[in-house]
């Protein structure tokens, strides 16, 4: 399952405290039982619980570009990630694992925030480029992979559920009633909304920059219902849902640990 956490303090002369971040991630031990990772920098943390998939013995996050530059830490799977590493040898650029992580951190030096427009998968990361001062967040394009954040007088906070973002010391546990009221209406919080007041969740499709202490949402990415222009039998189109089903079956398959059925 994997889960992340970071937050940036504004006051950029105070360190990121670490014991906090080692809180954070600790609240989040469920969804990463095999082992954990931190990036610390400054007034930055990053950090994530990682379940290992992909190169076990290599895929370890954070991870970053050549130059130290650029972090990541990520939760999810990228599907398509062998054709991304291959197409990023063969730009020139050294990858030092195998696992689909770090292709992220090459995909942004060569895309910028576009780089999610080349990824098949389920994810919610966070990508820190060190030399801008910037941090991206994403989320995929169904919304398969949680990712909650907030700005506190303190510090921009993030994490894949709420309680690890609450053990952050400036993060407020305070009801928010408007999504309180939503909830006993629809039996569920509607993103972006969430039971914590000015606490929000990255809408799926959606991608957040924060730079220069303010953060700003994109959409990337737009399901289009426009069946006008299908211009092909019934047959066909149900032989097309099985090919696609079949293939998004093989890629998801990908392992480096044993696939069992239950």
């Not at 994997?2 to 014991?19: E, L, M, R, S, V």
């Not at 914590?196 to 990415?221: C, D, M, N, S």
């Not at 006008?228 to 019934?234: G, T, V």
Request: glycine content about 6%.
């Amino acid at each position: 399952m994997c889960g992340i956490i970071g937050f940036i303090n504004f006051d950029q002369t105070h360190p990121a405290d670490q014991t906090v971040a080692h809180a954070m991630n600790a609240a989040i031990l469920h969804r990463g039982p095999d082992e954990d990772g931190f990036y610390f920098k400054q007034h930055v943390a990053l950090g994530m619980r990682r379940l290992s998939i992909i190169d076990l013995a290599g895929g370890q996050q954070p991870i970053s570009n050549e130059d130290g530059t650029i972090w990541v830490v990520f939760n999810g799977e990228i599907y398509n990630f062998p054709a991304l590493r291959e197409h990023l040898l063969a730009r020139g650029h050294q990858l030092k694992t195998h696992s689909d992580t770090e292709t992220i951190v090459h995909l942004y030096e060569e895309y910028g925030d576009d780089l999610v427009q080349h990824l098949n998968g389920m994810f919610g990361f966070a990508l820190w480029d060190e030399r801008r001062q910037r941090l991206l967040l994403a989320r995929d394009r169904m919304g398969e992979k949680p990712l909650y954040f907030t700005q506190t007088q303190t510090a921009f906070v993030f994490a894949s559920e709420l309680k690890a973002l609450v053990e952050h010391p400036s993060v407020e546990r305070r009801i928010n009633l408007l999504a309180l009221r939503k909830y006993l209406q629809y039996e569920f919080v509607p993103s972006p909304h969430t039971m914590l007041a000015g606490v929000h969740k990255l809408l799926p499709a959606h991608r957040l920059i924060f730079e220069r202490g303010q953060w700003r949402t994109e959409r990337y990415w737009q399901l289009n219902y426009d069946g006008a222009r299908l211009k092909i039998s019934e047959e066909d189109a149900a032989e097309e849902v099985r090919r696609r089903l079949r293939e998004a079956v093989r890629m998801r398959l990908v392992s480096d640990v044993p696939l069992r059925s239950e």
